[in-house]
Structures are given as C-alpha cells and as structure tokens.
Nanobody
Framework: QVQLVESGGGLVQPGGSVRLSCAAS????????MGWYRQAPGKQRELVAA???????NYADSVKGRSTIARDNAKKTVNLQMNSLNSEDTAVYYC???????????????WGQGTQVTVSS
C-alpha cells in the first residue's frame, strides 16, 4: 500500500527551471535515503540527487551548482529544484525512497511512476 507520487514535470524552455515533488503515502514507519533518478531514451538510468534522513545530500556532477534537493520528514516528501535547464536534462525523472513499511522489519526500495521533463525551444 506504500506509494510514491511525483508531480511537477512538463515542457520547459532552455535556461528555465523546474521543481519536482514526490510524496510518500501509506502506513510507513520510517524513510531512509530519498532521491531522484532520470533516464533518457537510449541511455542508462542515472542518479541526479539523493538526500539522507539527516539531510546529507549528493548530486551528480552534471547538475551540481544548479540543483537543490530537499525533504520534509514530517510530510514525507522530497523535492528537486533544477535551474538553467538544457537539452541534456530531458528525461523521465523518477523518485525513489528506502521505506520501512507495515509488516516488515527491513527497508524496501520504492519507486514513483516517473514524470517527464522536456527541455525544448
């Protein structure tokens, strides 16, 4: 019954910005690392950014300096702000989280459905 639901994707002009959001729902007893991956057609999935429960962040070199990941532990959400977008940022972006759900004593990786970000003029 645990779900991750993403929002905020769409068509963006080069040089523009996008803010992606992800909300976890269900009976959840804990969330460790949360993050964002992306995958473009014909390319491998790659990590964009991740953030631990305590707030430690990690960014891909390609987005460092123009992206910010943040989380709200009370709301069980994680956001990704990306600025100065270019065509290389075009991809499906996926939210992921390590979650301790009802009935388990170990954390399980969950994934959102993905949201398309297209950078084009």
């Amino acid at each position: 019954q645990v779900q991750l639901v993403e929002s905020g994707g769409g068509l963006v002009q080069p040089g523009g910005s996008v803010r992606l959001s992800c909300a976890a729902s269900g009976i959840i007893f804990g969330i460790n690392t949360m993050g964002w991956y992306r995958q473009a057609p014909g390319k491998q999935r790659e990590l964009v950014a991740a953030i631990t429960r305590g707030g430690t962040t990690n960014y891909a070199d390609s987005v460092k300096g123009r992206s910010t990941i943040a989380r709200d532990n009370a709301k069980k959400t994680v956001n990704l702000q990306m600025n100065s977008l270019n065509s290389e940022d075009t991809a499906v972006y996926y939210c992921t989280a390590s979650i301790l759900p009802l009935g388990r004593n170990t954390y399980v990786d969950y994934w959102g459905q993905g949201t398309q970000v297209t950078v084009s003029s």
